[in-house]
């Protein structure tokens, strides 16, 4: 799915049919607030990051605000704008060791302390495990970042393939 505004639809849909029957099939209540797809708050693009946001990321904000998944297994969050616009103030990392990834924008994670980071480079979206993130370099001893998908449209299909399963089956996915 190459269309944001389809996307979200999608998602949307997807958490209308877990909040359904959400308590009777896992014994707890739905989180209303923090399931969601937020709409964007038009002037936040350009007055929080002008033109150093890349293009895949300015073009998601320009549609979607926040994604918050909170119930959907250990949970996923994709930040606000105003969240990455001062990774310093939210210990986002801005650059990743090894060495070939470099730069990044941290723009989500999973509940369980893992991070979504976008390359500047190359568009990339990896998988931060959890780590020591030092003036914004993040370092982990344990679990190496992988690759999630080569481009946030990727990212973005294997995002709504996880949440499409945990709607249908209950179990996790991974992205």
């Keep these: 799915m190459d269309d944001i505004a389809g996307w979200k639809a999608a998602v949307r849909r997807e958490i209308a049919a877990l909040s359904a029957n959400f308590e009777q099939r896992f014994g707890y209540p739905f989180g209303e607030g923090g399931n969601c ?14 033109a150093t946001l890349p293009s895949s990321l300015r073009d998601f904000y320009a549609e979607i605000g926040e994604v918050c998944l909170i119930d959907f297994g250990n949970g996923y969050r994709i930040y606000p704008l105003s969240r ?9 990392p801005t650059l990743v060791r090894p060495a070939e990834i ?28 959890p780590g020591l993130v030092e ?9 190496q970042p992988r690759l999630v998908a080569p481009d946030l449209q990727g990212f973005l299909r294997r995002l709504l393939v996880a949440v499409r399963a945990f709607v249908a089956t209950g179990d996790p996915v991974d992205v």
Aim: hydrophobic residues 35%.
């Design 37 to 50: 797809v937020a709409e964007p708050d038009p002037s936040t693009v350009d007055a929080e990051f002008g």
């Design 102 to 129: 470099g730069h990044v924008v941290t723009f989500g994670s999973t509940g369980g302390g893992q991070q979504y980071s976008m390359a500047r480079e190359t568009g990339q979206i990896f998988y931060l495990p």
């Design 84 to 92: 990455i616009a001062v990774p310093a103030d939210w210990a986002l």
């Design 135 to 143: 003036d914004g370099i993040h370092s982990s001893s344990f679990e």
